[in-house]
Structure formats: structure tokens, C-alpha cells
């Protein structure tokens, strides 16, 4: 179909509409290569400005990616802003002040029985105390390595211990007698052979008994070593969300050496808690042992004073106040009645009154300590 122009010469509608389309598209290509300079990527803006215009809802990764909530975990990989918020509400470590104290105890302990296990120079050194999901921390063990699983009995729950190839080659080259100024061979695609995995179990024996060293001045708990495990996943102890404390010590042996992590979750050191909140050894409730021994000798060591009661009258107050020297009062006392004998108006002893050479003394036949609030309210 044909149109005449304001000249009078006919126009192709059909070639007209094809030479409108194709600068359409020549201007939207132009606009995206100018996007595309300007480093400016709009698809997000637009979906928005779209799904604003359509009431459509905005899904997570789209509002996550505008308001820039995209973060890199532990891990290495990108979590989202609502994962950020969650982890960002672990428990520090730092609200348990006393699990420092605990530690560095266990660092010279370890340090000592270190050096008696392998007859070497080593020192052990404490890295860093920190909180994190328990999921998390297995996702991020170096692999290959060694994983043991250890019980504390009193708490009734697990741990971890988590030995890296390093210290465990390092380990098994001085304990089998290899040359100083070496590096320990590591080899790797094969299992741990069964000498290696005896030798590490030794070794965290050790570290075990030095942790249950290291928490008895706090409370008494025992270690026990329970199974050796070489894939993560075999050694789930906790739920991936918990939180758990991980304390990474490393253990240098001259030239040689490497690190191990210890890993608590927060609901094995729960019985504790109240404990792990204090600022020094003893500051709930005076629980000291010097100044308790120290207040319990000089207690034992106090005199007090006994006063034998014969009998008690019962009298008013205008005779009273009416005594005269030389009056005599009348108990109801015979030589075998029973005498009572008080301290600070307490009933403590019960006996018979009678004589030695020229003092007049009283024989203790029975004890009032239970019975005493009962007979104290006798007039």
C-alpha cells in the first residue's frame, strides 16, 4: 500500500515501517555499547525499574546484588547479605575471658610435654582464638590430614582435634629418628599407614591429658580419646549452623613443624559457662582454694564460748526488776537432770553435770546439732 508525500510522490509504507525498525535497533545497540563503556551494567536497574512498573516482587539475588550485600566467606565462595547477618551473630570468644587463661595454660603444659614426647626442641605457640560455624570449619580443613574425635566426660559431649599433614610427617620423621635439617618427605595420594596413625594417636594423647591439666584448676573434666578419622564428614560432632570455638596452636620443631586446631563447640562448654565467665580464678562466690583452706584453718582454730544452763524460770518483769542482793531463786534441778550446754544461745550438747577433783564439770551424753532450732524455742 502506497501514500503521496506533501511532494505528491508515492511512498512504500512497507520499506517505510523496515527503515524505522532498523534504526530502532541501531540505536538500542548504540545505547548498550555506550553502557558498556561506562563500566555501568544496567540489567539489575531495569529489572527493578520493570518489576516496580509490574508490582512483580524482587527475588533474593535481586535485592541482595542492588544493595550490595554479596560478601566472600571463610571458605573462599559468596554468601548473601541475609547469610552475613546470621553469622554475624556468633558469640565471641571474648565474652569467655577465662577460655585465655585456660589456653595459655595448656600452650606452656604442651610446650613441656612436647618436648618429652620427642625428645626435640619444640616450641608451641598459640595462633588465635576465634568463633565459627562448625560447618564452616569442616568445609576449610586443608586435606589430607588427621581428624580425632574426643570425648569430655564430665560435659558429656565431643570435640575436635585436627592434626595437618605437616605436623603429622613432621611428627612421624623425629619420632622414627630422621636427620636434623631435613624436610619431612610428603607424599601424597595414599592413606595413612598404620605406624603414622599410632604415632598421631600418641601424640594427642599427650595433648589430651594436658588439657584436662590445663581446665582442673577451673573444673574437673577427663578427656578421652574416642576415634582417628581422615575424611571431615566422619567427624561431624555438632550441627553445621552451631557455633564452636577453634583455637589454632602451632607447633614448630626447628626446621620442622606444622599446626594442629582444636575445635569446641559452644554446647560442650555449656556446663561451664558460668565458670568461663569470670574474669580471674575465683571471682564467683570466693571460690578460691588458698583463702578457703586459709578460712577454714583459722575457724577450726576460734574460741567460742559454752555456757552450761542448769534450768530456765519463767518470771515477770515487775519481780525481776524488784531483785535484791541475797534473794535466792529456786531451780528445778536435780544432781542427774540433763544440762544443756549453748554457744551464742544455740543448743549444741546435751549431758550429765557432776564433779572432777575441786571443778564442777558436765559429761556430754548427746548431740543437739539437728534438733537445736527445736529446742531453742524453749523458754
Same mark, same amino acid.
Given at each position: 500500500m502506497a501514500n503521496e508525500?506533501? +511532494?505528491?510522490?508515492?511512498?512504500?509504507e512497507d520499506a517505510l515501517a523496515a527503515e524505522w525498525a532498523a534504526m530502532a535497533g541501531g540505536d538500542e545497540a548504540e545505547t548498550g555499547a555506550a553502557d558498556g563503556a561506562d563500566g555501568v551494567p544496567d540489567d539489575e536497574l531495569d529489572d527493578a525499574a520493570l518489576a516496580s512498573q509490574s508490582g512483580r516482587a524482587l527475588s533474593q539475588d535481586e535485592i541482595d546484588s542492588l544493595l550490595g550485600f554479596d560478601s566472600v566467606d571463610s571458605g573462599g565462595g559468596t554468601q548473601t547479605g541475609i547469610r552475613s547477618i546470621i553469622n554475624s551473630s556468633l558469640v565471641s570468644y571474648g565474652r569467655l575471658p577465662m577460655l585465655e587463661i585456660v589456653f595459655d595454660r595448656l600452650v606452656r603444659l604442651l610446650s613441656t610435654s612436647m618436648r618429652n614426647f620427642t625428645s626435640d626442641n619444640v616450641e608451641? +605457640?598459640?595462633?588465635?582464638i576465634t568463633s565459627i560455624r562448625f560447618g564452616e570449619y569442616l568445609?576449610?580443613?586443608?586435606?589430607?590430614?588427621?581428624?580425632?574425635?574426643?570425648?569430655?566426660?564430665?560435659?558429656d559431649n565431643f570435640g575436635l582435634l585436627t592434626v595437618e599433614s605437616n605436623l603429622i610427617y613432621s611428627i612421624v620423621d623425629v619420632l622414627?629418628?630422621?636427620?636434623?635439617g631435613t624436610t619431612a618427605m610428603r607424599i601424597e595420594g595414599r592413606?595413612? +599407614?598404620?605406624?603414622?596413625?599410632?604415632?598421631?594417636e600418641r601424640m594427642v594423647q599427650v595433648v589430651l591429658k594436658d588439657m584436662k591439666t590445663a581446665f582442673e584448676p577451673l573444673t574437673p573434666v577427663d578427656f578421652t580419646f574416642d576415634r582417628l578419622e581422615v575424611n571431615p564428614r566422619f567427624a561431624t560432632i555438632a550441627r553445621d549452623a552451631n557455633a564452636a570455638i577453634l583455637v589454632r596452636l602451632r607447633v614448630d620443631m626447628e626446621d620442622?613443624?606444622?599446626?594442629?586446631?582444636?575445635?569446641?563447640?559452644?554446647? +560442650?562448654?555449656?556446663?561451664?559457662r558460668e565458670l568461663l565467665l569470670q574474669m580471674f580464678m575465683g571471682e564467683k562466690f570466693g571460690r578460691d582454694t588458698i583463702w578457703e583452706s586459709h578460712l577454714a584453718s583459722e575457724l577450726w582454730a576460734t574460741e567460742v564460748q559454752i555456757d552450761a544452763v542448769l534450768d530456765e524460770q519463767i518470771m515477770n518483769l515487775g519481780d525481776v526488776m524488784h531483785l535484791q542482793v541475797g534473794q535466792t531463786i529456786m531451780l528445778n534441778c536435780a544432781p542427774d537432770s540433763p544440762i544443756e550446754l549453748k554457744c551464742g544461745g544455740m543448743p549444741m550438747l546435751r549431758g550429765r553435770m557432776g564433779r572432777v577433783g575441786n571443778m564442777v564439770a558436765v559429761k556430754v551424753e548427746q548431740s543437739l546439732m539437728k534438733t537445736g532450732k527445736q529446742s531453742g524455742g524453749k523458754a
Amino acid at each position: 500500500m502506497a501514500n503521496e508525500t506533501e +511532494t505528491g510522490a508515492p511512498v512504500d509504507e512497507d520499506a517505510l515501517a523496515a527503515e524505522w525498525a532498523a534504526m530502532a535497533g541501531g540505536d538500542e545497540a548504540e545505547t548498550g555499547a555506550a553502557d558498556g563503556a561506562d563500566g555501568v551494567p544496567d540489567d539489575e536497574l531495569d529489572d527493578a525499574a520493570l518489576a516496580s512498573q509490574s508490582g512483580r516482587a524482587l527475588s533474593q539475588d535481586e535485592i541482595d546484588s542492588l544493595l550490595g550485600f554479596d560478601s566472600v566467606d571463610s571458605g573462599g565462595g559468596t554468601q548473601t547479605g541475609i547469610r552475613s547477618i546470621i553469622n554475624s551473630s556468633l558469640v565471641s570468644y571474648g565474652r569467655l575471658p577465662m577460655l585465655e587463661i585456660v589456653f595459655d595454660r595448656l600452650v606452656r603444659l604442651l610446650s613441656t610435654s612436647m618436648r618429652n614426647f620427642t625428645s626435640d626442641n619444640v616450641e608451641v +605457640t598459640l595462633d588465635n582464638i576465634t568463633s565459627i560455624r562448625f560447618g564452616e570449619y569442616l568445609n576449610s580443613i586443608p586435606l589430607p590430614a588427621i581428624l580425632t574425635v574426643f570425648r569430655a566426660v564430665e560435659w558429656d559431649n565431643f570435640g575436635l582435634l585436627t592434626v595437618e599433614s605437616n605436623l603429622i610427617y613432621s611428627i612421624v620423621d623425629v619420632l622414627l629418628g630422621g636427620r636434623k635439617g631435613t624436610t619431612a618427605m610428603r607424599i601424597e595420594g595414599r592413606p595413612y +599407614t598404620t605406624i603414622e596413625r599410632n604415632l598421631v594417636e600418641r601424640m594427642v594423647q599427650v595433648v589430651l591429658k594436658d588439657m584436662k591439666t590445663a581446665f582442673e584448676p577451673l573444673t574437673p573434666v577427663d578427656f578421652t580419646f574416642d576415634r582417628l578419622e581422615v575424611n571431615p564428614r566422619f567427624a561431624t560432632i555438632a550441627r553445621d549452623a552451631n557455633a564452636a570455638i577453634l583455637v589454632r596452636l602451632r607447633v614448630d620443631m626447628e626446621d620442622r613443624g606444622g599446626r594442629m586446631e582444636l575445635v569446641l563447640p559452644y554446647a +560442650t562448654i555449656e556446663p561451664v559457662r558460668e565458670l568461663l565467665l569470670q574474669m580471674f580464678m575465683g571471682e564467683k562466690f570466693g571460690r578460691d582454694t588458698i583463702w578457703e583452706s586459709h578460712l577454714a584453718s583459722e575457724l577450726w582454730a576460734t574460741e567460742v564460748q559454752i555456757d552450761a544452763v542448769l534450768d530456765e524460770q519463767i518470771m515477770n518483769l515487775g519481780d525481776v526488776m524488784h531483785l535484791q542482793v541475797g534473794q535466792t531463786i529456786m531451780l528445778n534441778c536435780a544432781p542427774d537432770s540433763p544440762i544443756e550446754l549453748k554457744c551464742g544461745g544455740m543448743p549444741m550438747l546435751r549431758g550429765r553435770m557432776g564433779r572432777v577433783g575441786n571443778m564442777v564439770a558436765v559429761k556430754v551424753e548427746q548431740s543437739l546439732m539437728k534438733t537445736g532450732k527445736q529446742s531453742g524455742g524453749k523458754a
